[in-house]
């Protein structure tokens, strides 16, 4: 199927769109041998598209990466704040991957990282429903505000499935939690937990 050059760049893990247009400009990405204009579209099942000489074909092995990502790490290729970004932490592996979802710079755990950008597009999209698991801590806790972090709430002007939260352990008003989602709204978790009356720790 035809896609805009760009697009098929992006998605075989070459460069962003916006950097991938510019690739273009710049008369270094060719298609069946002939130096491509911005607008021109392909197929990369059929055409021959390379990018300084370099086949799309050689070019896009896929990888997949599991990386336990740290606290303090921005889930991100490049910080305009210049904070330690998780594309740092894979910056030896050869090929330039990007990360499918986000954990945000305070979270830690599995986060993957990827080429294959239909692999990403399927784990990622709504559609699919995919779940995720995740674990914390939290003060203030009690059996009220547990039951108000399993109601459905609106974030973003989106109403959110109910989630499914399992108490793990209990001291006082401090607990650890595991939360399965399907959405994956910006803080989600954080936020729901506010909602709640719940203070995260970690």
Same mark, same amino acid.
């Given at each position: 199927?035809?896609?805009?050059?760009?697009?098929?760049?992006?998605?075989?893990?070459?460069?962003?769109?916006?950097?991938?247009?510019?690739?273009?400009?710049?008369?270094?990405?060719?298609?069946? #041998?002939? !130096?491509?204009? &911005?607008? $021109?579209?392909?197929?990369?099942?059929?055409? /021959?598209?390379? =990018?300084? @000489?370099?086949?799309?074909?050689?070019?896009?092995?896929?990888?997949?990466?599991?990386?336990?990502?740290?606290? #303090?790490? !921005?889930?991100? &290729?490049? $910080?305009?704040?210049?904070?330690?970004?998780? /594309?740092?932490? =894979?910056? @030896?592996?050869?090929?330039?991957?990007?990360?499918?979802?986000?954990?945000?710079?305070?979270?830690?755990?599995?986060?993957?990282?990827?080429?294959?950008?239909?692999?990403?597009?399927?784990?990622?999209?709504?559609?699919?429903?995919?779940?995720?698991?995740?674990?914390?801590?939290?003060?203030?806790?009690?059996?009220?505000?547990?039951?108000?972090?399993?109601?459905?709430?609106?974030?973003?002007?989106?109403?959110?499935?109910?989630?499914?939260?399992?108490?793990?352990?209990?001291?006082?008003?401090?607990?650890?939690?595991?939360?399965?989602?399907?959405?994956?709204?910006?803080?989600?978790?954080?936020?729901?937990?506010?909602?709640?009356?719940?203070?995260?720790?970690?």
């Amino acid at each position: 199927m035809k896609e805009r050059l760009q697009k098929i760049l992006s998605a075989h893990g070459i460069a962003s769109r916006r950097k991938a247009e510019d690739l273009i400009a710049q008369g270094r990405v060719t298609c069946n #041998g002939a !130096v491509a204009s &911005l607008g $021109d579209s392909a197929d990369p099942e059929v055409d /021959a598209i390379c =990018v300084d @000489g370099i086949s799309l074909r050689q070019a896009d092995a896929p990888v997949y990466l599991m990386l336990n990502k740290p606290r #303090g790490y !921005v889930t991100t &290729l490049r $910080d305009p704040q210049g904070r330690p970004n998780t /594309a740092q932490l =894979v910056s @030896g592996c050869g090929v330039r991957v990007y990360p499918v979802g986000r954990l945000d710079l305070d979270s830690e755990g599995l986060l993957l990282l990827t080429n294959d950008g239909a692999w990403a597009n399927n784990l990622m999209h709504p559609r699919h429903q995919v779940e995720k698991t995740y674990q914390l801590w939290v003060q203030n806790f009690s059996p009220e505000k547990e039951a108000l972090l399993r109601r459905p709430v609106e974030l973003d002007g989106y109403r959110i499935q109910p989630p499914w939260v399992h108490l793990d352990s209990r001291q006082e008003d401090r607990a650890r939690l595991t939360i399965r989602i399907h959405e994956g709204r910006n803080r989600q978790i954080r936020r729901m937990s506010q909602l709640a009356g719940l203070t995260v720790t970690r």
